[in-house]
């Protein structure tokens, strides 16, 4: 249900029943929605059992929407030599960098699932270089976080190192494109005091149920 132009959704059975604003912009409801846009958000609902809020929320401009989509899934989707986990790694390493709430917890879920490893995710967002990587991962996200960061302090020998380490010139685009984008990602979020849905919090963490 909507308050004020918010959207608000009830917490999970068994608590208190408060409800959290998901953005403090308006949030269009799913009828309301072009045609295509609604059918994507009900393809993500069917696949994971509940739609993202990062979808409900960025609704709120379709055209925007669908570009940003599209050029997430050109990133995420394309032939790469990295990984799923790899790619998840950059979004949540960066993202802990820029402080973002939901694109930390929605996409360390996301790494969970991926690398296989509850405590992944964890490690990466507090200290990728403690963490429990490889090497080869550790200089990705080395060199992801400085372009999140002080993208102006990167230069020749930045790359030059990536390639040291077994990364090709079309990988180190893919780390310095999905860095570029979950900027944007990570601004909007805090923009629009984006939070992420429960249920993200717990995926790739405990056994699903049976």
């Not at 490889?134 to 400085?146: E, I």
């Not at 923009?191 to 049976?210: A, T």
Request: glycine share 4%; hydrophobic share 40%; with cysteine.
């Amino acid at each position: 249900m909507q308050d004020n132009g918010r959207l608000f959704e009830p917490g999970p059975p068994g608590k208190d029943m408060t409800s959290t604003a998901i953005s403090c912009y308006p949030v269009p409801e799913l009828n309301d929605l072009p045609e295509d846009i609604r059918e994507t958000m009900l393809k993500v609902q069917e696949k994971a059992g509940f739609i993202p809020n990062v979808f409900l929320t960025l609704a709120h401009r379709p055209d925007e929407f669908r570009a940003f989509f599209a050029y997430h899934d050109a990133l995420m989707l394309r032939e790469s030599g990295l990984t799923k986990a790899e790619r998840e790694m950059i979004v949540v390493a960066t993202s802990a960098r820029n402080q973002c709430l939901y694109c930390v917890v929605a996409h360390g879920a996301i790494l969970r699932i991926y690398a296989k490893d509850p405590l992944v995710a964890d490690q990466v967002a507090v200290d990728h270089r403690k963490a429990a990587i490889t090497p080869r991962q550790k200089a990705m996200l080395d060199f992801a976080v400085k372009l999140a960061r002080t993208p102006e302090t990167v230069t020749a020998d930045d790359r030059r190192s990536l390639r040291d380490a077994g990364f090709s010139d079309e990988d180190i685009w893919d780390i310095g494109g999905i860095t570029a984008f979950f900027a944007l990602s990570n601004r909007m979020a805090h923009l629009i005091e984006m939070q992420p849905n429960e249920q993200f919090y717990l995926m790739g963490r405990v056994p699903p149920k049976k």
